[in-house]
Nanobody, 122 residues
Framework: QVQLVESGGGLVQPGGSLRLSCKVSDTLDYHAIGWFRQAPGKEREGVSCVSNSDGEAYYADSVKGRFTISRDKAQKTVYLQMNSLEPEDTAVYYC????????????????WGQGTQVTVSA
């Protein structure tokens, strides 16, 4: 089973930026990699995903124009660049893998990382 390890979370002021990293134990050729987040008292929601083949990226409406997903296949790492952060972005961010294709549904993903906390506060 593929393993994923997130890093890069932290405390940032509103309007600031963070870059999250997701190190994957298997080749990215076989996995779509997604980022989800979960705030206290809320359901886990999809943020972004990159497909395995052509690297097509998908974004939730709430982060479009602010977040960018990218990948380094040689390093087996997927990044989430988060700009113009808002207090509403505060959550634990998880990366996850699915066989080949992206989905907005958490249940379509199999392996999950342990999560990294992002806190946006003045």
């Amino acid at each position: 089973q593929v393993q994923l390890v997130e890093s890069g979370g932290g405390l940032v002021q509103p309007g600031g930026s963070l870059r999250l990293s997701c190190k994957v134990s298997d080749t990215l050729d076989y996995h779509a990699i997604g980022w989800f987040r979960q705030a206290p008292g809320k359901e886990r929601e999809g943020v972004s995903c990159v497909s395995n083949s052509d690297g097509e990226a998908y974004y939730a409406d709430s982060v479009k124009g602010r977040f960018t997903i990218s990948r380094d296949k040689a390093q087996k790492t997927v990044y989430l660049q988060m700009n113009s952060l808002e207090p509403e972005d505060t959550a634990v961010y998880y990366c996850t893998s699915a066989p080949f294709y992206c989905s907005s549904r958490a249940q379509d993903f199999g392996s999950w990382g342990q999560g990294t906390q992002v806190t946006v506060s003045a």
